[in-house]
């Protein structure tokens, strides 16, 4: 116990002959925010705000629960544990390597992989590192071409995907927008790439892993599964896993899955060395342990049978959602969707996705502008906007909802610059938020 003479610095402090406590000079302070930093309070306070009013459609998106909150915010944020369990560069980690084992055991268990690094800051990163453990700078590697549904890390010419390494890419067949594996594979047997990434950030369709798997065998590449965006889906059962295909399987964990912002790494036994060597001492320093002990609880949270129902509803939502749009006449790529997300097109229109997205956000409807398959327009505007349900599901969002959200976007396409229109919209938006749970 703390005695009042000694204090603590995590917010109990010193008690006065009064009752009160009074820190010394330069001591931890135990005044909450709002009294602290009102400014920024009140620039918190209204952003939270701002999601209770309107709908949250950003696909990369989600609200997690309050357990995984209170990890963030403990007193874990503290401490530094370069290494792994077992094997620090710090004292007093006996605690947080209990807490990194037992979040590395519940990764495994969750998804079913020989090994898990729960220590990735974030998905490029991650991928980063995944590409270091197995392939050499220089290489090439082979991934969906970013206007077709990838990733920057997947080989744009922005991205360090394509500075270290030599990136080449593989498209969706121009007339279904679906992935041609025939096509994979005569893109991977004339580049002959040491590695091939599946996986995408606006791809709608269940992707075949096996099918990728036996393109790599044929050309003799490594396969690195890119979950970033469905790993939720995958660890539900909802969308089929990677994991006893590839060689190795890269997501975040704050998206479909629901954790922390932060990212996680699988592989085969064989790359575990290798992988772990990648992320520290490579590519990154400390672990952040607050949001390790975040992954630990979400991935517990991931096997309750209620979060399987969770996922069956997010991707029942943006069916709902995909189905309701083309009805109001709006077109979807690739005509569907069959996991959380959904993008559509507006090359029959004469405004940009970028356009399009800012006059939703004015209905509150929050979404992210994207290029499509075949894009005319450059990637700053793009002829797309994606959506996703993850989040508005989370809030207790149903396809009865969804419906009533597709009338509002098809509405709003009739005319997106008018203005009045849009705020009568907004109206009805903010109808919807309100039958939901708050944020």
């Known amino acids: 116990m703390t005695s009042a003479r000694s ?12 009752g009160t406590r009074q820190g010394f000079a330069g001591s931890v302070g135990s ?12 620039l918190i306070h209204g952003d939270r705000e701002r999601h209770t009013r309107t709908l949250n459609f950003i696909a990369s998106e989600n609200y997690t629960s309050q357990a995984v909150l209170e990890c963030l915010s403990s007193h874990l944020n503290v ?15 006996g605690q947080v390597d209990d807490i990194e084992q037992l979040a590395i055991d519940r990764a495994r268990e969750l998804f079913g992989a020989e090994h898990a690094n729960v220590q990735p800051y974030s998905g490029s990163p991650a991928n980063m590192a995944t590409y270091f453990a197995l392939i050499q700078p220089g290489d090439t590697i082979l991934g969906m071409d970013l206007s077709q549904g990838g990733h920057l890390t997947h080989g744009s010419p922005v991205s ?10 593989y498209s969706v067949d121009p007339g279904t927008e679906l992935l041609d594996h025939d096509q994979v594979e005569a893109v991977a047997k004339r580049v002959q790439p040491r590695l ?6 606006a791809y709608s369709r269940i992707i075949d892993w096996k099918a990728f798997r036996d393109i790599a065998d044929r050309v003799g590449a490594l396969l690195v599964a890119d979950i970033a965006h469905i790993a939720g889906l995958v660890a539900a059962g909802v969308h089929p896993s990677p994991v006893p295909f590839a060689d190795a399987v890269t997501t975040t964990t704050h998206k479909s899955l629901r954790g922390p912002r932060g990212a996680l790494i699988l592989c085969k036994a064989e790359h575990a060395k290798a992988i772990d060597r990648a992320v520290f001492p490579m590519l990154q320093g400390g672990p952040h342990l607050s949001a390790i002990a975040a992954k630990a609880v979400c991935f517990k949270e991931a096997m309750e049978p209620s979060f399987r129902v969770y996922q069956e509803r997010v991707a029942s939502n943006a069916r709902a959602l995909a189905e309701g749009l083309m009805r109001g006449g709006i077109q979807v790529v690739s005509g569907g969707t069959e996991n959380h997300l959904l993008v559509i097109k507006l090359l029959d229109r004469e405004y940009s996705g970028k356009a399009f997205a800012r006059a939703l956000e ?13 894009d005319p327009r450059k990637p700053g505007v793009g002829s797309g906007v994606r959506f996703g349900t993850p989040a508005v599901t989370s809030r207790g969002a149903d396809e009865r909802q969804m ?23 907004r109206i009805e938006v903010e109808v919807i938020a309100r039958e939901l749970q708050s944020v």
Do not use: C
């Not at 204090?7 to 010193?14: I, Q, V, W």
């Not at 005044?31 to 920024?40: K, Y």
């Not at 401490?79 to 980690?93: L, N, T």
């Not at 004015?362 to 075949?374: E, N």
């Open 362 to 374: 004015r209905t509150g409807i929050i979404t992210s502008f994207s290029t499509i398959p075949g």
């Open 160 to 169: 360090f995907s394509s500075k270290l390494f030599k990136a080449e890419h």
């Open 196 to 201: 091939i990434i599946a996986g995408a950030s």
């Open 79 to 93: 401490k530094y544990a370069e290494g792994y369990p077992g094997a620090r560069y710090y004292q007093g980690v």
């Open 403 to 425: 419906q009533r959200v597709a009338e509002i976007i098809a509405a709003a396409a009739e005319d997106p610059t008018d203005e009045a229109a849009l705020d009568r919209l």
């Open 7 to 18: 204090g603590s610095m995590l917010g109990e402090l010193p008690l006065q002959a009064n």
């Open 31 to 42: 005044d909450p925010l709002q009294s602290v930093d009102p400014a920024v309070w009140a």
